[in-house]
């Protein structure tokens, strides 16, 4: 059973674009919701989180959406460039110091 | 730097024998995380400790695999009698308290069983 499911698999924009990767889930219970960037050899890293009382977050060129109702939230990256080509997984979790459950992610490529 | 240490980074094992994969969280963090993580794939969860004690273990594939935390810092992760498919990347993960739910993962111990 995959709680949390992530779409596309891969995704390629040209540079300014705004790449939008998809997340849905099925756990209501979750209240924390983060994206992780990673890159090549490195681990994954924290990029921007949200919790369920608001419904988008921003952070400099990247935002995320929720929609509590359909059990969804999206990160956009805004003027993208090719230092954001990475994978991105998207995450939930209970609050509360609990393991996050990861989506199998998104291949990101920004061509110049 | 003062990040999650995890050691071997390579692995090269023979099936059959046992390894051991050794996480030092960042100094002070409550919790630490292992995960796995195969080619292309997202993290997948295996055990967690808060200090010392192991909270969750559900997600240990079978009983080749355990974890300890003694004295709740550093973590070892053993897989015994290895099998080909337990080839993969294992990711150690520390967060604290005040990190709001952030984990800080290591680069990573990379496991091949041939």
């Known amino acids: 059973q995959q709680q949390v499911k992530q779409s596309p698999q891969s995704l390629i924009v040209q540079k300014g674009g705004i790449p939008i990767i998809n997340c849905a889930y099925e756990?209501?219970?979750?209240?924390?919701f983060p994206w992780y960037q990673q890159f090549p050899g490195k681990g994954p890293a924290l990029l921007i989180a949200i919790r369920p009382d608001v419904s988008e977050k921003k952070e400099g060129r990247f935002t995320i959406s929720f929609n509590k109702s359909a059990k969804q939230f999206s990160l956009h990256i805004m003027d993208s460039q090719p230092g954001d080509s990475a994978t991105y997984f998207c995450?939930?979790?209970?609050?509360?110091?609990?393991?996050?459950?990861f989506g199998k992610g998104t291949r990101l490529s920004v061509i110049a | 730097g003062a990040g999650v240490s995890q050691s071997p980074r390579y692995k090269v094992t023979k099936r059959g024998q046992d390894v051991a994969l050794r996480c030092d969280p960042i100094?002070?963090?409550?919790?630490l995380y292992w995960y796995r993580q195969a080619l292309g794939q997202g993290p997948e969860f295996l055990t967690y400790?808060?200090?010392?004690?192991?909270?969750?273990k559900s997600g240990l594939p079978n009983d080749r695999f355990s974890a300890e935390r003694p004295e709740g810092s550093i973590s070892t992760l053993t897989i015994q009698r290895t099998e080909q498919r337990d080839s993969a990347m294992y990711r150690c993960?520390?967060?604290?308290?005040?990190?709001?739910?952030?984990?800080?993962f290591g680069e990573g111990s990379r496991l091949t069983v041939l």
């Open positions: 400790f808060n200090y010392e004690a192991q909270q969750d």
């Open positions: 993960a520390s967060s604290s308290i005040s990190s709001g739910g952030e984990l800080f």
């Open positions: 995450a939930a979790s209970l609050s509360g110091n609990t393991p996050l459950v």
């Open positions: 756990n209501t219970a979750f209240d924390y």
């Open positions: 100094s002070g963090h409550v919790s």
